[in-house]
């Protein structure tokens, strides 16, 4: 007999009373059409809840399920219960509010006890997980409050990020609610915790400040607990507390970063007192010792301010600009370039670092290689970063001749630096056309590509490629293995 899902979790639990980094259920948790992309546990629910991802609605199966249960026929709920979620996209989320209706309609017609029966069984045999949040939802509508080993067994299922979701829906049924979900967060690092930020009970200073300490640190995004963090905790009276320190400062940083990266989330737009938080935070700002971080959100909040317009933002944006503008903060930003790692911002804030970047390149091309999307674009400064790329690479023995050959893993590494190279060449008509050249010569896909795509550019800038580029793009067009390159090369007219 196979190790049911229980089992799995229950066997890789650590010492630290969390699952491993990286653990996943052994079931299938991915829908066919999307069985080549690996997603952590939890991804799918998690895509339903905040990107609205298409779910399943028809219940009757599970009806059928519940009624056969009812009537103490185990074997037949419990095959139909598989059968029903042996569609891979078929998830038990979108049916939560459903069948939860479905049975509070129909309650005197449920033996709640055999129900029960069904539902501890299923926890603790099951492989699937869908199966076993079907049967969590069971509990969920059921006394377990002074059932001391049914919440043992969802404490620990609660550990996997697939399955805390609907152990937080049991949780919310005990009286200490809050101190049980909680727990979930504390031992979980993605999408379970998310999931615990979101419906815990944030009316006690114990809970507020563990949301404000760790409430936004999860291996997902900050964006997705930001918000509701903020609204917990009441992040703008937070900035206003006389308490408030520099340690305090620096883990704000991460919930303002968090709200400012909307995206397709509801963040800093969404909460009625945007003007205090941004407010209170760039206060709060003031005379600290600020690190690349916490200057790169103050940049980030003059990005958000250029574009929202709303009461207070003229007088906000005034305040920021002084504050960016204050010597403190230029000082700590030219020290930033001196320990080479404060390029970008110094390019956000107009601080001319050309002269560091490329001694950085030279010095380190591996770490910092990627700065040449950042470097102004005159002759005199392709030249230089031109003459480190010959150096640091060896463009000869890369141009080995075309292969169907993705470039997955680190020793690809120098042809992904060739690669960003030319793409950031496209506005630069003519310039590095022996780039041009060994990218077309080399076995990984994305060089090729990115070289083709360049040229298409330079062509509209009516650009006259020397023989020698021609000649390459003609050999190419002889030797390509792949076909979707072979399409690229036909929009190339030379």
């Known amino acids: 007999m196979s190790t049911s899902l229980f089992e799995l979790i229950s066997d890789n639990i650590q010492t630290n009373d969390m699952l491993p980094e990286g653990f996943r259920l052994s079931g299938d948790t991915l829908t066919q059409s999307q069985e080549k992309v690996r ?116 404490r620990t299922l609660a550990r996997s990020e697939e399955l805390t979701l609907f152990s937080i829906f049991v949780a919310e049924t005990w009286k200490d609610s809050t101190e049980a979900i909680l727990d979930f967060a504390k031992h979980t690092r993605g999408w379970g915790r998310i999931h615990a930020v979101e419906h815990i009970d944030a009316t006690s200073g114990k809970v507020k400040d563990w949301l404000f300490h760790e409430g936004v640190k999860n291996t997902i995004g900050a964006a997705y607990s930001a918000r509701t963090v903020a609204e917990k905790i009441s992040l703008g009276k937070v900035f206003t507390n006389p308490a408030f320190n520099s340690d305090d400062y620096l883990l704000a940083r991460p919930i303002m970063e968090g709200l400012l990266n909307e995206g397709s989330l509801q963040g800093i737009s969404s909460m009625k007192d945007r003007s205090g938080i941004i407010g209170g935070y760039l206060k709060q700002s003031e005379n600290r010792t600020h690190t690349p971080e916490t200057v790169a959100t103050l940049l980030d909040i003059r990005d958000y301010l250029s574009n929202n317009i709303f009461a207070e933002s003229g007088k906000l944006s005034d305040s920021l600009e002084k504050l960016l503008n204050s010597d403190s903060i230029k000082n700590s930003v030219q020290q930033f370039i001196a320990e080479k790692k404060g390029f970008r911002l110094a390019c956000r804030m107009g601080i001319d670092c050309r002269d560091e970047i490329l001694n950085a390149m030279s010095e380190d091309f591996s770490t910092h290689a990627s700065l040449v999307d950042i470097l102004p674009k005159d002759t005199d ?24 050959n993705l470039g997955i893993g680190e020793e690809y590494r120098p042809y992904h630096q060739l690669s960003f190279l030319v793409q950031n060449l496209a506005d630069t008509a003519g310039e590095g056309e022996d780039f041009i050249i060994y990218s077309l010569n080399c076995p990984v896909n994305a060089n090729r590509q990115m070289a083709l795509s360049t040229l298409e550019e330079w062509l509209k800038d009516d650009y006259v490629p020397s023989t020698a580029v021609k000649n390459a793009v003609w050999k190419l067009k002889e030797q390509e293995p792949a076909e979707d390159i072979r399409n690229l090369l036909e929009k190339i007219k030379i």
């Not at 790329?389 to 292969?403: F, H």
Request: some cysteine.
């Open 381 to 404: 400064t392709l030249g230089k970063l031109f003459a480190i790329y010959r150096e640091k690479l060896p463009l000869q023995m890369m141009a080995s001749g075309p292969k169907d």
């Open 39 to 154: 997603l952590v546990d939890g991804a799918l629910d998690g895509m339903y809840l905040f990107h609205n991802l298409p779910g399943n609605s028809e219940i009757e199966g599970l009806i059928e399920i519940i009624n056969e249960a009812s009537q103490h026929d185990f074997d037949a709920a419990d095959y139909d219960l598989h059968d029903f979620f042996s569609d891979k996209d078929c998830r038990m989320l979108p049916l939560v509010e459903k069948i939860e209706q479905w049975v509070n309609d129909n309650t005197d017609t449920i033996d709640a006890e055999a129900l029960f029966e069904f539902a501890a069984n299923i926890i603790v045999k099951t492989g699937n997980p869908e199966c076993l949040k079907f049967a969590l939802v069971l509990l969920e509508m059921m006394d377990t409050d002074d059932n001391d080993a049914v919440k043992d067994v969802v």
